[in-house]
């Protein structure tokens, strides 16, 4: 999986999000624009969604490209909701597990993906399995490097750790025993959404109070995306975003949005024609 955006706001379809702008995650599966590794995202995606009134997520999860499902088309133009987490995958091997190698993954109220890479997988996070517990590890969903890291997280936010720390530990946890691992994570339980940022792009776009949309890639050219530092956790809900760094997390509720002055807007480094980058799959 190499795209994917979460969204809390106002309830709408799920295509006037993730297919109607003009560089939507839609789009992004065949032609991104700020990819750093891989060039085309189709080897599967998925979407999850929350229905009112129901804390635990619907997903619809595919293992073919989204441009190539109609069914998917059907069902963004109708399923409505105000909170969702989607991705688009590029996989590290391909066909591995299929559909249940697609994001999101997912355990009672908890959507998650993982934008990025292990190198080594799965030798090289062999010292971590000790530190879950069995029956954790053999319900895991696909044999994949983001599979295993979202046990980890998971086992963590089962512990009573906050959304925010347990990513940003389990990112420091996993880039020790991989030092080159790329391991942007996202995770929402429909209320409240937190991602890092750890060697790719994450950007946000937030209308305080209203909306919140946190992406690997603006989907659109409105001036108000920003674009996250590299090594940062970011912890967000419609009333706005707040930034740590992932070494030193920062667990609070999320105020106003957090806006780095020195960052010029993101439209002009974004646009279509930008550099593209080495052809290097993630998972």
């Not at 309830?11 to 750093?36: D, F, I, K, M, T």
Request: glycine share 8%; hydrophobic share 45%.
């Amino acid at each position: 999986m190499c795209r994917h955006l979460a969204c809390l706001g106002p309830e709408e379809p799920l295509g006037r999000l993730l297919v109607e702008p003009e560089y939507s995650l839609y789009r992004q599966s065949w032609a991104p624009r700020r990819q750093r590794y891989g060039t085309v995202n189709a080897d599967g995606f998925g979407v999850g969604w929350y229905a009112p009134a129901d804390p635990q997520p619907a997903r619809y999860r595919r293992a073919g490209p989204i441009w190539a499902d109609q069914s998917f088309a059907d069902l963004a133009r109708v399923v409505r909701t105000g909170a969702l987490l989607a991705a688009v995958r590029d996989a590290t091997l391909a066909g591995a597990d299929a559909e249940a190698a697609a994001a999101p993954f997912a355990a009672g109220r908890w959507l998650f993906s993982h934008n990025g890479a292990v190198p080594g997988w799965p030798r090289s996070l062999a010292p971590l399995v000790p530190l879950l517990p069995p029956a954790d590890l053999l319900a895991m969903e696909a044999r994949t490097d983001s599979a295993f890291v979202w046990a980890l997280a998971l086992d963590r936010l089962r512990s009573g750790t906050a959304p925010g720390p347990a990513l940003a530990e389990t990112v420091q946890q996993v880039a020790g025993a991989a030092p080159s691992a790329r391991l942007n994570l996202l995770l929402t339980d429909g209320e409240t959404i937190a991602a890092t940022v750890w060697g790719d792009s994450l950007f946000y776009l937030s209308e305080p109070g209203r909306r919140v949309v946190v992406a690997s890639e603006p989907y659109d050219d409105d001036p108000r995306w920003r674009e996250v530092p590299d090594r940062t956790l970011l912890t967000a809900s419609r009333a706005g975003v707040a930034l740590a760094p992932v070494e030193n997390p920062v667990d609070k509720p999320v105020a106003n949005p957090v806006e780095d002055p020195a960052r010029s807007p993101v439209p002009g480094c974004v646009r279509a024609g930008a550099p593209t980058f080495p052809k290097e799959p993630c998972t």
